[in-house]
């Protein structure tokens, strides 16, 4: 974390500690949970790292992605630790996804990798929907379209619980008794501190009715997507090997989605290795 984005932070400082939470416990909080994460939106003056939408270009070998084409990400553009993910420093990412909910515990959307240098083709960007449904269609038709812009940000929790076992639903954040008190004050303060925008690189996921770690959910849809089959191993059950690598709130443009929240995760393990297929991608949808 730069200096700039500890100093970005004394809203949320000066607001916890007025109600009443220890200055040590703010302090260790910020010192533990605190990650950079790029926020990308199509408005602002950041420099622009990609775009929604466009032509799909992909390696003639890529198969046809299976779920529809969001967003197409720059990592040379991105600015310098705008994450602390091992991104690769150049090449693009390419983000698929099907903003409901699976009935199964199937990824809902893919990430592909394209290398600098890889001579690549314009694909049909209605591939996925060999089925011809149309009321997926017109839902594709209102994705958002055009350029996306970064902004550095600083990104802190937005669950306060776990999953514990036996018969409680949740606790507290290990190491953090008062997380629930430190989330309400984040949630106050983060429009002043780090505005949201649409997509999201790094950082901590979010939705619209939080409670425990969106990524912990989706690394339990991926443990049982692999237990029957519907998606390859090996998968780590322990959620601390595993990252967030984007969030899309397709609520926020996608009429009739209303609160759909895109979460693509993946294994430490597999992004060290930019094994991007290893994506699994889970969605929460309220309608």
Not at 50 to 70: E, I, K
Request: aromatic residues 10%; contains cysteine.
């Amino acid at each position: 974390m730069t200096p700039e984005m500890w100093d970005r932070l004394s809203p949320f400082r000066d607001k916890a500690i007025a109600r009443g939470i220890p200055a040590d416990d703010v302090e260790r909080w910020l010192a533990t949970v605190a990650r950079p994460c790029a926020t990308l939106k199509r408005g602002g003056d950041g420099p622009v790292v990609g775009r929604f939408g466009g032509p799909l270009l992909l390696p003639a070998d890529t198969p046809d992605p299976a779920h529809p084409f969001v967003a197409a990400i720059d990592l040379g553009a991105l600015p310098a630790d705008a994450t602390d993910l091992p991104l690769p420093p150049e090449g693009h990412l390419l983000f698929f996804a099907f903003p409901e909910t699976a009935d199964a515990y199937e990824s809902m959307g893919s990430v592909v990798y394209v290398r600098v240098g890889s001579a690549v083709v314009e694909r049909d960007r209605h591939a996925w929907n060999s089925f011809g449904w149309e009321d997926y269609e017109a839902m594709f038709e209102e994705f958002p379209q055009g350029p996306l812009r970064a902004t550095a940000q600083v990104s802190l929790p937005y669950h306060h619980s776990v999953e514990l076992p036996g018969p409680m639903v949740g606790g507290p954040l290990p190491g953090h008794p008062r997380s629930e008190e430190l989330i309400a004050v984040w949630e106050s303060t983060r429009d002043e501190v780090a505005p949201e925008g649409p997509l999201q690189i790094g950082g901590y996921a979010d939705e619209e009715a939080i409670d425990t770690d969106p990524v912990a959910v989706a690394v339990s849809r991926a443990v049982k997507a692999a237990e029957a089959g519907e998606w390859d191993g090996p998968v780590s059950d322990d959620v601390s090997d595993w990252v967030l690598l984007a969030d899309w709130q397709a609520g926020m443009d996608v009429q009739g989605w209303e609160s759909a929240t895109v979460h693509w995760v993946i294994q430490r393990e597999d992004l060290g290795e930019r094994r991007f297929d290893r994506a699994f991608t889970s969605v929460f949808w309220n309608p």
